[in-house]
Structures are given as C-alpha cells and as structure tokens.
C-alpha cells in the first residue's frame, strides 16, 4: 500500500459512517475528506428519511460546501449511509462532479437494517470510469477495524 496515495470521502449524518471512515484512515493511514452540503439535513429521523425519499425519488444532487479534490490520489475510499436502498445524495453530488479516470474507488456504507442494497452498483452507474472494488457493509456503528483491515488487505491495494 506504501506508493499509493489514500483518499477517505465521506458523508455522515449520525456519525456512523464517520466512524467507519475514522477506522479506515486508522488502517491506511489516508487523508481523509467530509462531504458536506450546503444545507444541513434535518436532526430528526423521520424528517430525514422523507427527505430523502424524494431526493431519491427525484435524483437530487444537493451542492455542496466543497468538492473536495481527488486529483492527487489513486484510491479513493467512497462512504455513506444507505438511504432508501443506495447512497445518500451528497455522495452522489461529490461522485457527479469528479473526473474518475484511472482511478479505484472502494465503497463502504452504514445502514440501519437493509444491507447495502443497490449502493455500489449506483457508484458504478454515476463513477463509470472508475473500478469500483468490493465495499464494506456495516450495520449502524458496528464497524470494527479488525473487519476493516481484513477486507482492505483482501483487496489487495
């Protein structure tokens, strides 16, 4: 792993995905990056799923504080909680706007019960340049860093 270069994007809203992203930096020693959008989602659970059910529903790519910048990396770690059964929307605006030419993304989500469903195929489907690698599922904040360094080194990167 020592010539390559680590990026961990995410976005969190509990701070579940926060976690899992914490523990991967932990492992890989990575730079790390928070997609955050310009407008914060609501606190309350059930506002927030509505939300994004019609995000979902509509494609929504909400804008964000900042892009961040994946030009100097050749991996690039993609985290996020699983809303209505693929990313939540912030990710999608941060995988929108990046060229992902030869780079690998390796996808990894929170989810509250339904498995990471159709996340990684979406990534695929918005990042069509990249390699998209096998992801890290976890259930709420259950991530442990001795299953995070097992499925980075079954990747091996």
């Known amino acids: 792993m020592s010539d390559k270069k680590f990026l961990i994007a995410y976005y969190s809203h509990s701070g579940n995905t926060k976690e899992a992203a914490e523990k991967i930096q932990m492992v890989t020693g990575g730079d790390i990056f928070e997609i955050q959008p310009v407008n914060k989602y609501p606190n309350n659970y059930n506002e927030v799923v509505s939300q994004a059910k019609i995000e979902n529903q509509n ?51 929170t989810h509250g019960g339904g498995g990471a469903s159709k996340t990684y195929s979406d990534m695929q489907k918005i990042a069509q340049s990249a390699k998209v690698l096998n992801g890290y599922t976890s259930y ?17 990167l």
């Open 59 to 109: 494609d929504v790519r909400p804008q964000l504080i900042s892009n961040g910048d994946i030009k100097n990396y050749n991996i690039i770690f993609v985290g996020t909680p699983v809303w209505w059964y693929t990313m939540a929307s912030p990710v999608k605006t941060f995988l929108a706007y990046h060229n992902w030419d030869n780079k690998v993304i390796v996808p990894f989500c």
């Open 140 to 156: 709420e904040n259950s991530a442990k860093i001795e299953d995070i360094k097992t499925w980075i080194n079954s990747l091996n």
